[in-house]
């Protein structure tokens, strides 16, 4: 009797196309805005020290038992799982497409081993007791891989229906680049402002810095962010003839922010409650994760984004 192949052997024969790229990239996309939201959950309530072993929750104990902050941690670990998986598989199909330009294949391996690397690091943040910088150097590198798996999806999409020819100046283009430099600049604030805040992991976690520091720098920082968007924004709706789509993902960006900023002004009316500080916590991951897609289709636009004038 002949036997299965196993699922891995089944995947190196299978005939790979961009479309499976694509949809794979876009799952992980999914899975790692997923696991920053629960790993905003984890530190807003205070679960981060809820499991002390690794992988199992303690020693002896591989499942959580009773306590809440213990299934949070865990709920946690358990769905990174995910995104690893795909991550994983993403890079597998990329560099069986000789199409896709090397350098995406390497932004899909690095993908992978960012995501990989968040288990050990998630275990040092554990060992010195959620220590501010480790917390936040776990939070950024999870937006740092999300935004390596939307560049990835991007051009997997450009595999599918081509790409065109830049439809802004290189003075735009490098904006774009300036808008992500912001954009990564108001995401480390933001942890920094976390950090100093209520909001640090725990009663027993220490504060990092003064909070009215941080909201100085946050608030500023917002600012450079606001002004360079607007400015991208302006020169795009001035001339999105020939180029409707790309418009119209910077409007929808546009709103993306008006939201977080509506939320961030609540929150401090309220006085910080953890769920509507994990809600804007994750429209931040959202604002990051489109900004990136605007400035990569700055630079390598799809066909379908160009006016049939300008394509």
Request: aromatic letters at 8%; one cysteine or more; a positive charge.
């Amino acid at each position: 009797m002949e036997v299965q192949s196993s699922s891995p052997a089944r995947l190196l024969t299978l005939d790979v196309t961009p479309t499976l790229l694509r949809r794979a990239a876009l799952a992980a996309v999914a899975a790692l805005y997923v696991i920053v939201a629960t790993g905003g959950l984890v530190r807003l309530t205070a679960s981060g020290l809820g499991c002390s072993g690794w992988p199992g929750c303690e020693a002896g104990a591989f499942f959580p038992e009773k306590d809440a902050h213990a299934f949070v941690e865990f709920g946690n670990r358990v769905f990174g799982v995910l995104p690893i998986t795909l991550t994983f598989l993403t890079w597998l199909v990329a560099r069986r497409l000789p199409a896709l330009p090397l350098w995406a294949r390497w932004v899909a391996l690095c993908t992978f081993l960012g995501t990989l690397a968040q288990a050990p690091l998630g275990r040092i943040t554990i060992t010195f007791d959620l220590h501010p910088l480790l917390v936040m150097s776990h939070f950024l590198l999870a937006l740092v891989v999300l935004a390596g798996a939307v560049v990835v999806a991007l051009e997997a999409r450009g595999l599918e229906r081509g790409h065109a020819e830049p439809l802004v100046p290189g003075e735009l283009r490098r904006a774009g680049l300036v808008l992500v430099a912001a954009g990564l600049a108001l995401v480390v604030s933001g942890t920094f402002v976390t950090a100093a805040g209520p909001h640090s992991g725990g009663a027993d976690i220490q504060r990092f810095g003064a909070l009215s520091d941080a909201l100085y720098v946050h608030v500023r920082v917002t600012a450079l962010f606001g002004c360079t968007f607007l400015f991208l924004l302006g020169y795009l709706a001035a001339r999105r003839q020939r180029s409707p789509r790309l418009f119209r993902l910077a409007v929808v960006l546009l709103l993306v922010v008006l939201a977080q900023m509506a939320v961030g002004e609540l929150q401090w009316r309220l006085e910080l409650p953890w769920q509507i500080v994990l809600v804007h916590l994750a429209l931040a991951a959202a604002v990051w994760g489109l900004t990136v897609a605007l400035a990569a289709l700055l630079f390598r636009p799809l066909r379908s984004f160009a006016a049939p004038d300008a394509a």
